[in-house]
Each structure stands twice: as C-alpha cells, then as structure tokens.
C-alpha cells in the first residue's frame, strides 16, 4: 500500500524533472484516497514556497475545506526540508512516509529531525520508501546538468 503511494509520488517527481525541476512529487492521503498532489514548481512559479510538500498540502486543504489535515498520511520522494516539516506540524498531518534521505536540508533525520522536537503536534515518520527508485530519479536528473 504505502509503495503504491510513493509510485503515485514518484510519477510526479518524473513531472517535475521533465519541466525542469528538482525532481520530487508527493501525494496526500486520507481515509485510502489520495486528496492532494503535488510537484516541485520554484522555477515555474519563481516561488521558494512551491516545493513538493507545500503544493499537495495546499491541494489537500481545499480538498477538505480545512487547513487542518489530521487523519492525512503524506508520502514524499525526498525527504522534507525545514520548511515542509514546519508545514507538516503545523497542517497536523499525522504520517510521513519518505523515499530518499536528504543529507544536505532534510529536517526528518538528513541534517536534523524536527518531528523529535517538543512540537504539540507528534508526526509518526518513515523514511526508506522505494528509496532507490526516489535516489535514481534525482541522480539522474542531476546527472544530465552536468
């Protein structure tokens, strides 16, 4: 189930990297059905904000009519940056699956985790997820700036 998702993830990773951008797709869940989806669009929108997270967690709250998103499972190629983590808490998203790790800006773990932070919102976190597939969609994409 939970790769079903990341696959759904991955294929709008794929999106992005054809358009041009960093490579990471997230979908949103609840209750079995997906309600938000997103793609990195910073370079299309000229917005640091549009990352991944942010785009499905903005999808997911119209889907709702709500900004809160407890009962939502987010599933996320690349591990989310301190802004997307900070967006998680506060959109109280219950799960975060994650496929790739994020040395260099991931705040699940990579650099730092504020999900272990004394936040009033506690977020239950996966990383791994197909991780190689998540890893190989990134490289390559970097691969070809090069």
Excluded at 31 to 40: E, P
Excluded at 59 to 83: H, K, Q
Aim: with cysteine; charged share 25%.
């Amino acid at each position: 189930m939970h790769e079903e998702y990341m696959r759904q993830a991955l294929v709008l990773a794929q999106e992005a990297a054809a358009a041009g951008e960093v490579p990471v797709g997230c979908v949103i869940v609840k209750d079995g059905t997906v309600i938000g989806r997103g793609r990195n669009r910073r370079e299309e929108k000229h917005s640091t904000l549009s990352h991944a997270e942010t785009e499905a967690i903005a999808e997911a709250n119209a889907a709702l009519g709500s900004w809160r998103l407890d009962g939502c499972t987010l599933y996320v190629t690349l591990e989310p940056c301190p802004m997307c983590a900070g967006a998680v808490l506060n959109a109280r998203i219950d799960r975060v699956y994650y496929g790739a790790r994020d040395g260099a800006m991931g705040a699940c773990g990579g650099v730092l985790n504020l999900f272990m932070e004394n936040f009033p919102h506690r977020v239950a976190l996966v990383g791994g997820i197909l991780e190689e597939e998540c890893r190989q969609v990134l490289s390559d994409f970097f691969h070809t700036l090069r």
